[in-house]
Every structure is written in C-alpha cells, then in structure tokens.
C-alpha cells in the first residue's frame, strides 16, 4: 500500500488518491487500518482527477486542492455507531429539504405576495402604456442582473473548498461586474429605450440601473443560506426588502407618480436586501482567493452564458412585443404575464432552489443512484403545487375584469400563459438536476434552443395579436419538454416513469373536477364579471377547498409522505 511519512515520523496511508480497493474487516480491525464508515481502505491508486470525477471514486484528497474528505476513523480507536451513516444522512438531508422548501415557500409567499398586491394597485392606477414602460425596463434590468451573477452563486453551494472563501471571492468578482454594467447601461439607456421602441422609458431604466450593485451583493448572502439550505435566514432580508419596497411602490403610485413608483421602488428593494441580510448574520466581506477565482471562473465559463440565455429567454418577449405591437399592447401582455409568474417564482423556483444543493450533496458523496428518485419526488411536487395554482388561476382568469374592463384583453393571454407555467416550471425542476450533475453543456444547449424556438414563433405569431405572442411561449415550451425528458433519461437523470405518470394523473384529476365547478359558476349565474372583488373572494375559496379535498385524496401517499417528512424535520 503506498504511504508516506508525515512529520512526527509516522507512516500514514497516502490519502492523495482516490479510493479503488477495500480489505477484509479481520484485516482492518488487526492491522488497525482507516475505514471510510464500515469498509477499511487498504489500496490507493494513482488516477487522474478526471477518472476520478468521471467513475465518481470516493476522493480522499488531491494533490493540489483542498476537498471535503469523508469522515475517516481506525477500527478499535472507539465503539462503532450502530446508526447507518448512510441513511441517517440521507434522513437528514430530507428533513432539511422539506424545512428549507416550507421556509423558502413562506418566504415568497411574503415577498411575491407583495409583488400582486403591487400589481393590482398598478393595475388600477396606471394606464396600459405606463404598466408597459415599467416592464420594459423592468425586464432589461432583468437581464443585467443575471449577466453580473453569470451563474457563480450555484458554485458556492457546490463547490468543495472552503466556502466562505468562495463567498468573499465570488461578491468582488459579483460587485466589480455589475458597477461596470450600471455605468455602460445608465450611459446607453436613451439608446436602449429607443432601441425597444419605448424612448419614454430611459429615465425608468436609468433608476432602476442603480440596483445593480446592491442585488450583487444580496445575491451572495443568499447563496451561503442555500448552500447550508438554512432559508429560515432569509425571511429578513428577502422578504423584508419586498415588503418594504411594495409599501413604497404603492405610496408612490397613490401619490400619482405613475411608472416611477415601480422603479424607485425596485431600487429601494435592492438597497435594503444586503443591509437586511447583513442583519441577519451573514456577513461576507469581499476579497480575492485566486484558487476560489479559478473554481468560479471556470463555473462561469460553462454556466454562466447559459444563466444569460435562460434570463433573455425570460424577458424577451417584452421588448419585441413593444417593438411590433406598441407599449399599450405590452401593458395588456404584461397584467397577465405578472399573474401567472406568481406560480412558477413561488413554487417552481422555490423547489428547485431547494432542490439543487439536494441534488449537488448527494453528487459530492457519490450517492448519483438515488438522484433519479429524489427527482421524481421534487417533479411531483412541482406539478400537484405549481400546477395546481395554475389550475385556479385559468378556472378564475375572467376576474382580471375586476380591475377595469379595459384588461378584459388580458384575460385569454392569461389563459394561454397557465398552459406555458406548467411546462416552464417542469423544465424549471429538470434543468437543476442537470446543472448539479454537471452536465452544463446540456443545460446551454437546451435553453438556446428554447430561446431560438421563442423569438421564432415570437416574430411569426405576435403580428396577428397579443393573445399569439402567449401561443408562441407555448409551442416553444412544448417542444422543449420531450426532449429534456429524453437527454434526461439516457444520462440516468430522470424521474421514474411511474412517478411521473402519477404526478400528472395527480394534476388532472383535481383539475378536471375545478373546471367543472367553474363551469357550474357560470351556468348558475354566479359570475364574477365586473361585479366586484367579493364574487372573486367567493369563486375563489370554493375552487381552492376543492382543489384541497380533491387533490389530497387523489395523491394520498405523497401527501402522507411528505407530512412523515416534515415531522421528521422537528
């Protein structure tokens, strides 16, 4: 076995290379050998990190970077736990997901909650033209966003050197990016507005262009709380940032300062959040580890142009919507794009949050054969949660009316947009699996394709109507699903089959039942119309008590098993 001597003049077993031999337990427990939980190490052999990564060999250490190392202890030095570390980590680690998914659940509940009580009060105090000029420079704002974040706050809650050394590294590489960007943008936002045929709205992008830095910052503190899936932290700093900038928002707009209430809200919801999260506990002054670059630098690379491509998938529509049909049709658009966002970035976006460091902390212990399992369980999640918010949204999508008959228009895009939700927040729980296992490579492919695919049927359908930019973002999705699902299989990603087949009948069959009762709304009479917000209230409760009651005894397992879970989390 190779060895070395270490400084006290002792001969260790070298732990340089990757595990690829295991003794016999007479032979451990005499000659009083390393084990790595139950199996004692007896041979190591000299392998390229890459086979290393690629064969997922149980590392001990590299020559010339520091890992996390399993926990090693000699046969004889103290009784041995009868606990099985295995599956009292992995009872662990669910209990934790199930936690930080609730806290993370409550969290934006309290922030995007904001956010619709924001967009009704806009809704009713803004005209069409000025709800489309926020938006549009709301969505390049976006999309500045993501190109200073570029993707580097996932290696954090990957990566397997220290941690905080990885967060001081990656908020000045964050921070230094998005001051250049603010600059080049409030320089260029005449020329961007004109560009998006909405000059009016230079002066928005130009207040808004001043988060940048603040939100970089935040972005990080944020990363630490998921690496450790530690979201109760967050409640402060995220969800009191948004509460915070709503209630200035509103004031704003009640004082009749029309789209500038949105945006300087914004700003001061981006300058609270590190305050806040400095508040909290998470402190991170930024530096340089030239190593941690390194590791960051190369995530970028591969991931970060997919981060980009995925946030201009996002937002695209906005701006060439404003280019063909006008700001007014974009405010339409807009009202019904803002209301079935609020599924996707309250569940869809919660569960993969959650689910990623899930996914990257069975990856880094060599435990890939359970992932598909763990998909298919954050794939029925996502579909009975965020597909059943979908479901009470279409079957209540006429009462948009309720805030003035001119969005009356906005309500088959609605419509159409609940179709595009489900899909984009099924792809929303695959593309993490796929960016924790490392494949990045098919995450960019998939997303550039699903962007080419939307401006496509973007240019080709938005000229008959608003209502058909809504059937481009479906067709676009809809080709994507199959595919991913198929990439996912042959690579060993996939949900079970199975599972997914219950997931969906799970869906359909609460859903079918509310479709009816909101069919029988109508028939009677009850409709809610113009009538006012009681109808709404009314509509509403029945169709979600339904949903409820409906969907609990169609998914009756999974329901029990998560509520074993979250008594497993206390």
């Known amino acids: ?118 967009t009704v009060v806009l809704a009713s105090l803004l005209t069409e033209g000025e709800l489309g000029l926020v938006s549009v420079a709301a969505s390049l704002i976006t999309v500045a966003q993501v190109i200073q974040m570029m993707g580097v706050y996932d290696v954090i809650a990957r990566t397997a050197r220290d941690p905080h050394a990885m967060a001081r590294t990656v908020a000045a590489l964050s921070v230094g990016v998005s001051l250049a960007i603010a600059v080049v943008v409030i320089a260029a936002a005449p020329l961007l507005a004109s560009a998006l045929g909405a000059p009016d709205a230079a002066p928005l992008i130009v207040i808004t262009a001043f988060s940048l830095p603040f939100s970089a910052f935040g972005g990080v503190q944020m990363a630490m709380m998921h690496r ?41 919801t981006a300058v609270l959040q590190p305050i806040l999260g400095t508040v909290a506990g998470v402190r991170v002054a930024p530096g340089w580890d030239r190593g941690a670059a390194g590791e960051a630098l190369r995530w970028i690379r591969v991931v970060g142009p997919a981060a980009v491509v995925s946030t201009i998938l996002i937002n695209v529509d906005y701006p060439l919507i404003a280019r063909l049909l006008g700001p007014d049709d974009v405010g339409v658009y807009s009202l019904a794009y803002r209301v079935a966002w609020v599924p996707y970035i309250m569940i869809a976006v919660v569960l993969g949050a959650v689910a990623f460091p899930v996914y990257s902390s069975l990856f880094r212990a060599g435990d890939g054969a359970a992932v598909p399992a763990v998909v298919g369980r954050f794939t029925y999640a996502t579909l009975l949660a965020a597909g059943g918010l979908y479901v009470l949204i279409a079957c209540m999508a006429h009462g948009l009316v309720v805030l003035g008959m001119r969005w009356e228009e906005s309500v088959p895009v609605l419509l159409a947009l609940c179709v595009y939700g489900v899909s984009i927040s099924l792809l929303c729980c695959w593309y993490e699996v796929i960016r924790a296992a490392g494949r990045t490579g098919l995450y960019l492919i998939f997303e550039t394709v699903h962007l080419v695919l939307l401006v496509s ?50 869906l359909a069959v609460p859903g079918v039942v509310c479709a009816a009762v909101a069919t029988a709304f109508r028939w009677a009479g009850i409709n809610t119309g113009p009538a006012g917000w009681l109808g709404v209230i009314i509509e509403g409760l029945v169709l979600a008590a339904t949903f409820a009651v409906v969907g609990y005894l169609a998914n009756r397992a999974v329901c029990q098993e998560f509520l074993q879970s979250r008594k497993g989390a206390r």
Request: charged share 20%; aromatic share 6%; proline share 7%.
């Open 457 to 506: 049927m973007l240019f080709a359908f938005t000229g008959f109507g608003v209502v058909y930019a809504a059937v481009a973002q479906i067709v676009a999705a809809a080709v994507l699903l199959p595919a991913v699902l198929v990439v996912m299989a042959r690579e060993s990603l996939a949900p079970p089959w199975r599972t997914l087949g219950r997931a969906v009948l799970g």
């Open 228 to 268: 450790t899936l530690d979201f109760r932290r967050r409640m402060l700093p995220d969800a009191g940032s948004a509460l915070i900038g709503a209630t200035v928002t509103v004031v704003l707009a009640a004082l009749g300062n029309g789209a500038y209430s949105l945006a300087v809200g914004m700003l001061c």
């Open 1 to 118: 076995m190779n060895a070395h001597v270490d400084r006290t003049g002792t001969r260790t077993p070298d732990r340089r290379f990757p595990v690829s031999g295991w003794s016999d337990p007479a032979d451990a427990v005499t000659e009083r050998l390393p084990v790595i939980g139950s199996r004692p190490v007896t041979r190591f052999e000299r392998v390229s990190p890459y086979e290393a990564i690629t064969q997922r060999l149980p590392v001990i250490a590299f020559d010339d970077a520091t890992v996390r190392l399993p926990v090693i202890k000699r046969v004889g030095d103290g009784p041995e736990d009868s606990t099985d570390p295995d599956a009292a980590a992995g009872a662990d680690l669910g209990a934790k997901a199930t936690t930080g998914a609730l806290w993370l659940g409550l969290i934006n509940l309290a922030s995007k909650g904001s956010q619709i009580v924001v």
